[in-house]
């Protein structure tokens, strides 16, 4: 049963009000979309790269007849695929959605034997082209800066080491190894975490399509628009972090020789400058939305 992460929070913050259009840019089982659209009589474009996620939002173009429409593509080509007009809120739910994590055959868990695949849009490299023909310099170097995995090299030559008897081919073959080379650190930690966060995030570019999602919601937004981001591990949540203090004025200045019309416009206000957590409450009844992190900002136009 998939429950939509932080969906109180981010109602909170982006108000639904009649008449108003929204952006859900993660359609993923459509928890955020319904949510809106149960809360307000307004409208919801929503997005996702996942052809399956295609045959869910037909449910809902039926059910919210009118006020509904989905579009299958890439948050980063957003300001390509819909309607080019001023929206009033953009959000994002990021990562993968639980009909991905539980089944088998998209090969995003480790907790379950599937082909090794991740890729969301299904097509494209997948993780097991990437483990089976890379060199271990390039496969440790995926494993370290999207996976902030310690033991990257050793994994890697691993890797390499298995790889000469016979080819990756399961989500199991791999989890296997990185344990065996890892080792358990902690109760409840599965050492194969950081290894499939970081194919996945290198298969999908996912920190690359949430830079541009970015940048095209700035200039999808009215004045006042809320701009939504749910993420889920440090390298995402830095990259919004970051995004919003740029935006909001809130870096400094790069150098005095730098004439004060060069400087970044504010396009931003924050009204709050630390991240939402889940309650208590909602990680205890979801553990998926444990390291959920909401950040926010209201859209400003000045002359920007
Ligand atoms: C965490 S789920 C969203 C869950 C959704 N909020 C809900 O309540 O059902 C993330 C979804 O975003 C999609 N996604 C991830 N990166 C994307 C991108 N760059 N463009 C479009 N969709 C993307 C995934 O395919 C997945 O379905």
């Given at each position: 049963m998939h429950k939509p992460v932080m969906v109180n929070e981010v109602l909170k913050v982006l108000a639904p009000l009649d008449q108003e259009t929204y952006i859900d840019a993660t359609f993923g089982a459509g928890g955020y979309s319904k949510a809106i659209l149960d809360k307000a009589k307004c409208s919801v474009i929503a997005l996702d790269?996942?052809?399956?996620?295609k045959k869910r939002a037909q449910l809902f173009e039926s059910h919210y007849q009118g006020r509904f429409s989905f579009f299958e593509g890439r948050f980063g080509d957003m300001s390509q695929l819909i309607p080019a007009k001023h929206y009033d809120g953009i959000v994002f739910d990021l990562g993968v959605s639980s009909p991905q994590l539980d089944e088998a055959e998209r090969g995003f868990s480790f907790k379950t034997e599937g082909p090794l695949d991740m890729r969301m849009d299904k097509k494209g490299l997948s993780a097991a082209d990437i483990v089976n023909t890379y060199d271990e310099k390039e496969i440790a170097r995926i494993l370290w800066e999207?996976?902030?995995?310690?033991?990257s090299r050793l994994i890697a030559h691993a890797i390499l080491e298995k790889r000469k008897e016979r080819p990756f081919t399961t989500t199991a073959q791999l989890a296997h190894l990185v344990r065996d080379i890892v080792?358990?650190?902690?109760?409840?930690?599965?050492?194969a975490t950081r290894t499939f966060q970081a194919l996945r995030l290198y298969v999908n570019d996912e920190l690359g399509e949430l830079e541009k999602g970015l940048e095209c919601s700035e200039n999808l937004l009215k004045d006042g628009g809320r701009l939504i981001v749910v993420s889920f591990h440090s390298l995402e949540d830095r990259l919004v972090k970051t995004f919003f203090k740029k935006r909001s004025g809130g870096l400094p200045h790069p150098s005095r020789f730098v004439p004060e019309t060069q400087k970044a416009p504010i396009t931003f206000h924050l009204t709050n400058k630390k991240a939402l957590l889940p309650e208590e409450s909602e990680i205890k009844e979801n553990p998926r939305s444990r390291s959920a992190r909401l950040r926010w900002g209201i859209r400003v136009k000045g002359n920007s």
């Open positions: 790269r996942d052809p399956d996620a999207y996976g902030e995995e310690r033991k080792g358990f650190e902690r109760p409840g930690f599965d050492p």
